[in-house]
């Protein structure tokens, strides 16, 4: 069972769209992390989000806690070619031995 | 120094070889994690340390061993490995191992390890 239900797993846009990547779980959690990945390298930390409700931007990204802390988005806005990799949620679970817990990521490609 | 460093960026072993991943931090952070991540995966866990104390050994086999000698230093040593092991093997820190407190990670870029 997947305690982190990352959608869409695969995503090719034209430049300049718009799009939204979605994180789901049943579970409660202290935080949600979004992560990006390019191919050889290890994630990159792009946000915390702590507070059920808060929305967070980062430049053309938006990321959004859920009300109850069990869901998370993240939308961009006019994507770029260089926004293509592997986007990754994770989240600290308690029950979890605080670990942290990945959903199975969201591939990226925004051509020019 | 706001980075999470690990050496070897490749390496190529046989099954029968013994060799070490080495993963360096100077930020401070007292938790370091060793995960496993396949082509168009997320990362696995495989083992925390906190404190320099192993915390989390995720049921990984024993060809795998880790070891923390202080702070900022964090090894894999690697024996009797199999194809199927071939990954990319990250290390990562984070200021405390605690869920409460809500710390993000800093990955290292990683060692694409092949086993042949």
């Known amino acids: 069972t997947q305690l982190l239900e990352q959608s869409p797993q695969f995503l090719s846009i034209q430049e300049g769209e718009n799009l939204t990547v979605y994180c789901n779980s049943s579970s409660v959690f202290s935080s949600l992390q979004w992560y990006r990945q390019e191919p050889g390298e290890g994630p990159v930390l792009l946000v915390t989000v702590v507070t059920g409700g808060e929305v967070k931007k980062l430049k053309r990204l938006t990321f959004q806690f859920g009300d109850a802390r069990k869901d998370s988005s993240l939308h961009i806005t006019a994507a770029q070619p260089g926004d293509t990799g592997l986007y990754l949620c994770a989240g600290d679970h308690r029950y979890q031995g605080g670990k942290l817990i990945f959903g199975q990521g969201t591939e990226l490609s925004v051509k020019p | 120094d706001t980075e999470v460093t690990q050496t070897p960026k490749h390496l190529v072993m046989g099954m029968t070889n013994k060799k070490s991943l080495k993963c360096e931090q100077h930020m401070g952070h007292r938790a370091m994690y060793w995960y496993k991540q396949k082509a168009k995966k997320p990362p696995e866990l495989m083992f925390v340390?906190?404190?320099?104390?192993?915390?989390i050994n995720e049921s990984v086999p024993s060809r795998f061993s880790p070891e923390c000698p202080n702070s900022s230093l964090l090894n894999l040593h690697l024996h009797a490995l199999q194809p199927e092991d071939s990954a990319l093997y990250l290390c990562?820190?984070?200021?405390?191992?605690?869920?409460?407190?809500?710390?993000?990670?800093?990955f290292g870029s990683g060692t694409r390890l092949t086993v042949v």
């Open positions: 340390y906190s404190y320099e104390k192993l915390s």
């Open positions: 990562a820190s984070s200021q405390e191992f605690d869920p409460e407190l809500n710390y993000g990670y800093t």
